[in-house]
């Protein structure tokens, strides 16, 4: 690829929310100047994630988070075309992807090693300008560089696989048993990282037939459909009667939270990184309290441990994100591929 090293100046084309409505649209805008701590990313492949179609649909949550105008995305891989004056790690041709929490690495959490909950973050894409764009600014310290063993389109999709990672690897997990609430393409990924972290069993919930077929693909040892099977008692049937020890909740679907304390064992692990749409009630003494449940709310991907497992769980061959890749759109496309991930008949979408 030719890289200017010089300013890059011009325009580009960018996809952003321009209304309080549903849709996007695609746009002509300024190629971002890059400050001195800053560099220019030309961006080569990006991903939709599960909030670019909250934001595309205009729900609830969109409404009361973003304001537009806004360029959405914060899923991609890209190369370095310009460093701001101050960039000292970084250079023109170096390729990468970033942690698009933008963090100020001043208040308790980010100076406690919990930057990922930072009191004061900026999310690109959601509250500053994304990666559904030719090129993006983005601060230095947020870059990871992209091993050369890892496939491009995998890093385009470091954002969600680590918070996979980050979800499965927040407790004990060799030897124990799992059970995966949701068929999205977080969940999914879940699977072959728990495997590879030790997990004796997985299991997984979904009730989209693609979506079910696919978890398959990627390891898991059992997939219930909740539209059809008593997935409380198959799992205690998996498990002798016990439950399992760890319950990844990956929907944010009120009845599924409440299946998973019915299929966890007593001191068992619940860790939460689905998003509910509306406030939900749980019975504490009951679900919490008597069975000494260890209930975990996950955020995000831990700045940046999560980054460095990612990268060895693929280098090492355990964990392959090949077949979660289901389909590639042109970004004039875009229509179009939004709208087949709101139906979720896809695993990971790209838009080149």
């Not at 930057?115 to 509250?127: K, P, S, T």
């Not at 919930?205 to 997939?223: C, F, P, Q």
């Not at 996950?298 to 090949?322: A, C």
Request: with cysteine.
């Amino acid at each position: 690829m030719n890289v200017n090293t010089e300013s890059v100046k011009g325009k580009m084309k960018a996809l952003r929310k321009l209304r309080p409505e549903k849709g996007l649209d695609l746009v002509e805008v300024s190629i971002p100047q890059v400050k001195p701590l800053e560099v220019l990313i030309k961006v080569i492949k990006r991903a939709i994630c599960g909030t670019d179609l909250h934001i595309y649909k205009w729900d609830e949550w969109s409404a009361n988070r973003l304001k537009p105008p806004v360029t959405t995305g914060h899923e991609f891989y890209g190369e370095i075309v310009e460093v701001g004056s101050e960039v000292k790690h970084y250079k023109v041709g170096d390729t990468v992807t970033a942690e698009m929490h933008v963090v100020c690495y001043q208040c308790y959490q980010c100076r406690t090693s919990k930057a990922h909950l930072c009191e004061n973050v900026v999310i690109l894409g959601v509250d500053g300008d994304g990666a559904f764009a030719d090129y993006i600014a983005v601060p230095e310290i947020n870059l990871w560089r992209v091993p050369k063993e890892i496939d491009p389109e995998w890093a385009a999709i470091y954002d969600p696989f680590g918070n996979a990672v980050h979800t499965v690897m927040a407790g004990e997990t060799v030897g124990k048993t799992f059970l995966i609430l949701g068929g999205g393409p977080i969940g999914i990924a879940a699977i072959p990282v728990a495997k590879a972290a030790g997990a004796s069993l997985v299991i997984l919930t979904e009730v989209s037939e693609y979506r079910k077929n696919l978890s398959k693909i990627m390891g898991a040892d059992y997939v219930l459909d909740p539209s059809k099977e008593d997935v409380v008692a198959k799992v205690k049937e998996l498990t002798h009667g016990e439950g399992v020890d760890v319950v990844l909740e990956m929907s944010g679907h009120p009845a599924a939270i409440e299946q998973g304390f019915r299929c966890i064992k007593k001191a068992g692990r619940y860790s939460l990184l689905g998003i509910p749409a509306k406030p939900i009630t749980i019975d504490f003494a009951k679900d919490i309290i008597f069975p000494g449940i260890q209930l975990q709310g996950i955020n995000g991907r831990r700045m940046f441990e999560t980054w460095y497992q990612m990268d060895q769980l693929l280098i090492s061959g355990k964990v392959n994100l090949k077949p979660l890749i289901t389909h590639h759109f042109k970004m004039e496309n875009y229509k179009e591929a939004f709208e087949i991930g709101l139906l979720g008949n896809a695993g990971k979408i790209i838009l080149e």
